[in-house]
């Protein structure tokens, strides 16, 4: 019988290879279209429920996987941040944002607390990973934080803005799917060839030039794109 370990680490890989390819296709296809709403969707509760299941299984190896325990809830978050940025003016959306705010900003203290940490241990190193992965990380949760705070306390959030951090949090959460499936473990089933290449890193960079643009063109705008 499966161990609970490869259970969670299969349902983890493939909600994790959905979310991938929903990612793509809502960052590809025309905003606020049929497409663009369906994919992301997929995208939104794929992303969330692999998040989780990487967080469980970040608590479950500690010793060697400590540091999924904070990128699963950072994903987790972001995707429900995501949707609830479009919907922060309906009935109750405000109060879940703000519970959502409240968990990412003590996910972001916990990673910069153990980046921190990690610098007075020889090599620098908590669990296996290096003390800049968690400070990297803790810089993602750190600009999704300032969005929290803008959309809680803003006085007037536009419609221009609510995009934009749905638009942020989305290719951020798109960003760490890619990250984990092209540069992260997820690198160990390409030929030695490939990951030496550099070729993989191509799939986060174009996500990180394409987040820029759909802000750039969506904070511009009188009016802000439609989103259901």
């Known amino acids: 019988?499966?161990?609970?370990?490869?259970v969670l680490l299969s349902a983890h890989v493939a909600l994790g290879t959905l979310a991938v390819i929903a990612g793509a296709v809502a960052l590809a296809a025309r905003k606020g279209g049929k497409s663009h709403v369906g994919a992301g969707r997929v995208f939104a509760?794929?992303?969330?429920?692999?998040?989780?299941?990487g967080a469980a299984l970040g608590a479950l190896n500690f010793d060697s996987l400590w540091i999924t325990v904070h990128a699963g809830i950072l994903g987790a978050t972001l995707m429900v941040s995501g949707v609830l940025a479009v919907r922060i003016r309906a009935q109750g959306a405000r109060w879940g944002f703000i519970a959502v705010a409240i968990l990412n900003a003590f996910n972001a203290s916990a990673l910069f607390a153990a980046g921190y940490y990690a610098t007075t241990l020889p090599e620098a190193r908590l669990f296996g990973f290096a003390s800049a992965d968690y400070f990297f990380l803790?810089?993602?949760?750190?600009?999704?934080?300032?969005?929290?705070?803008?959309?809680?306390?803003?006085?007037?959030?536009?419609?221009?803005?609510?995009?934009?951090?749905?638009?942020?949090?989305?290719?951020?959460?798109?960003?760490?799917?890619?990250?984990?499936?092209?540069?992260?473990?997820?690198?160990?089933a390409f030929p030695d060839a490939v990951r030496t290449s550099g070729v993989l890193s191509l799939p986060e960079l174009t996500i990180f030039c394409l987040m820029l643009f759909w802000l750039w063109k969506t904070l511009r705008r009188p009016r802000a794109l439609r989103a259901s």
């Not at 509760?45 to 299941?53: E, K, R, T, V, W």
């Not at 934080?145 to 007037?156: A, K, S, T, W, Y």
């Not at 803005?161 to 990250?179: E, K, N, S």
């Open 45 to 53: 509760i794929s992303m969330g429920l692999a998040s989780l299941l």
């Open 1 to 6: 019988m499966p161990s609970l370990d490869l």
């Open 138 to 188: 803790f810089g993602l949760a750190a600009i999704a934080g300032v969005g929290d705070m803008r959309m809680v306390f803003g006085p007037n959030v536009s419609d221009r803005h609510r995009i934009a951090q749905h638009l942020l949090r989305m290719c951020i959460g798109f960003f760490i799917a890619a990250g984990s499936a092209f540069t992260g473990p997820g690198a160990s």
